[in-house]
């Protein structure tokens, strides 16, 4: 989707919620457009793809009825993130005993596969798919947030309101774990 | 990002290149949140409650109640310390206590004790 606050990247994020904040609807769309993508993308590798839509609804209601008590704008997308998490951390304890992301996973690939040329990459997909399940919920939360979504540790640290020597750890121990099942599945690095 | 160790460039490389494909968004999505939104009014922001407000004014009292402790031990110590006697008072207690010991503890009388 082509957002419209691309065509106006000076709004600032805090401008944003002021306006949300004074009842502009509008506003939010503007908020939506500018995040919905990393939410929706931080959710799937999280919790995989059978109720995204449900869990990115979730997430952006929150946040419209969170706001007035978000004391620092300048730091929305750090609050997101939070509020992403807490999401997809719920949702995790929810379906805790039901079927794994593999079988998502199969569904989807399944529709997609179409061109031989595609098959050694599809193979990869369902690998790290596999590799990311394999991670503790944990792990993998550093490993998305760090190494997909591209989020410095400071900022990760602050989102799961850790120390980010724990972050570190985290992403150390969850690197090895994917470097280690990678391996094994025959993938040379 | 941080600096990645060199065996972390290639596992990081491999997973963003081969990271599942996230599902397009469905077109109706925005369209159905915006109504959510529209159907919800935002929370208010949470104000302090009473028991807190009472709470903050008892920590302005703090500064005057260790003010008035201090002064109440102090005027208490004025109080109680003992005046220095003068030459003419410390005489007049030393001839007191040499005559009244004297016939308490008086040697020649074995039966002293029995004047009690």
């Not at chain 1, 009842?23 to 590798?45: A, E, I």
């Not at chain 1, 449900?54 to 978000?70: A, S, T």
């Not at chain 2, 599902?23 to 302090?48: G, R």
Request: glycine letters at 4%; aromatic letters at 8%; one cysteine or more.
């Amino acid at each position: 989707m082509v957002s419209g606050d691309v065509a106006n990247p000076q709004l600032s994020d805090a401008h944003l919620v002021e306006g949300c904040l004074k009842g502009d609807r509008q506003t939010f769309r503007l908020l939506y457009q500018r995040y919905q993508h990393k939410v929706r993308s931080t959710l799937y590798q999280l919790c995989g793809g059978s109720v995204l839509d449900d869990l990115v609804q979730d997430v952006f209601l929150r946040v419209w009825k969170g706001l007035p008590k978000l004391k620092n704008p300048q730091h929305f997308s750090t609050w997101l993130y939070r509020i992403t998490w807490n999401v997809a951390s719920d949702r995790r304890k929810q379906f805790a005993q039901q079927r794994s992301q593999l079988e998502t996973l199969n569904h989807h690939a399944d529709l997609r596969i179409s061109d031989v040329s595609d098959l050694m990459h599809l193979h990869y997909q369902d690998l790290v798919q596999k590799g990311l399940a394999e991670l503790s919920f944990d792990h993998r939360t550093v490993l998305v947030l760090h190494d997909l979504e591209d989020l410095p540790q400071k900022q990760i640290a602050e989102i799961l309101q850790l120390p980010v020597g724990t972050v570190k750890s985290r992403l150390f121990h969850a690197r090895a774990a994917m470097r280690k099942f990678l391996e094994q599945q025959g993938v040379q690095l | 990002m941080s600096k990645l160790p060199k065996d972390d460039h290639k596992l990081v490389d491999f997973i963003r290149q081969n990271c599942p494909e996230v599902p397009p968004t469905n077109q109706d999505l925005e369209a159905k949140i915006m109504a959510a939104v529209a159907a919800t009014t935002p929370s208010e922001p949470v104000k302090p409650s009473p028991v807190m407000s009472w709470r903050r004014r008892s920590l302005w009292l703090m500064p005057p109640a260790i003010a008035a402790s201090l002064l109440i031990g102090w005027g208490t110590n004025q109080l109680l310390t003992p005046v220095p006697l003068t030459a003419t008072e410390l005489a007049s207690l030393e001839y007191f206590i040499e005559n009244t010991w004297d016939e308490a503890i008086e040697p020649d009388r074995p039966d002293w004790y029995l004047d009690f």
